[in-house]
């Protein structure tokens, strides 16, 4: 009887003993869910802008940004532009106003570099992207990714938000100062949020 009483706490203290480190695995893996579905949905961030012709064009445009850990990726989406190869940048303002989009200022430039070729060790501009091929379809397509770029922090040097883009007739020789003799702005969109 004795041992019958003592398997039977024995039993009792085990199977309670497993049930409460049970709920405390579930409970931890329910926060851990919990955590990873927050900080998803905090870091990435997703603004979509709409391009408009400029300078007599019919170039138009759609433009994503996504920031997602720490890198912001551009896919852009070009429509109504001459065959060819033309310049894309961001600019200084998102003023698109001005029938010839220099309203929008000069190419983003907060750390003050000449321009040049992204990422060239001469130096170059934040808004300094480059050139894209257009087919003979007026369609052209650009992805760019950087982590030199933000849509969500407060540095300034990174911030695109109020900023513009301004796709250009011609090419970028990412030589000429300050800008790369591009030619004139057909089509400009407002980063904002």
């Known amino acids: 009887m004795k041992y019958l009483k003592y398997s039977i706490l024995t039993f009792v203290l085990v199977f309670a003993t497993a049930c409460k480190d049970n709920k405390k695995e579930t409970e931890e893996t329910v926060d851990t869910e919990v955590e990873k579905t927050v900080e998803e949905t905090v870091t990435k961030t997703e603004i979509e802008i709409t391009l408009d012709p400029k300078s007599g064009s019919n170039a138009t445009g759609t433009i994503k940004f996504i920031e997602e850990n720490g890198e912001v990726t551009m896919m852009a989406y070009l429509f109504g532009l001459d065959e060819g190869e033309h310049a894309i940048h961001i600019h200084e303002s998102a003023d698109c106003s001005s029938p010839d ?7 983003w430039n907060p750390t003050a570099q000449p321009h040049g070729k992204w990422g060239a060790d001469t130096g170059y501009h934040k808004g300094d992207i480059g050139n894209f091929m257009v087919g003979a379809d007026g369609k052209g397509e650009v992805k760019f990714s950087t982590k030199e770029w933000c849509l969500t922090c407060e540095d300034p040097t990174k911030n695109i938000i109020g900023k ?10 990412f030589t000429s100062q300050p800008s790369g003799a ?8 407002a980063i904002i949020e």
């Open 101 to 107: 989009g220099t309203s929008t200022g000069g190419h």
């Open 164 to 173: 513009a883009i301004i796709v250009h007739q011609g090419t970028d020789d």
């Open 182 to 189: 591009a030619g004139s702005r057909v089509s400009c969109g």
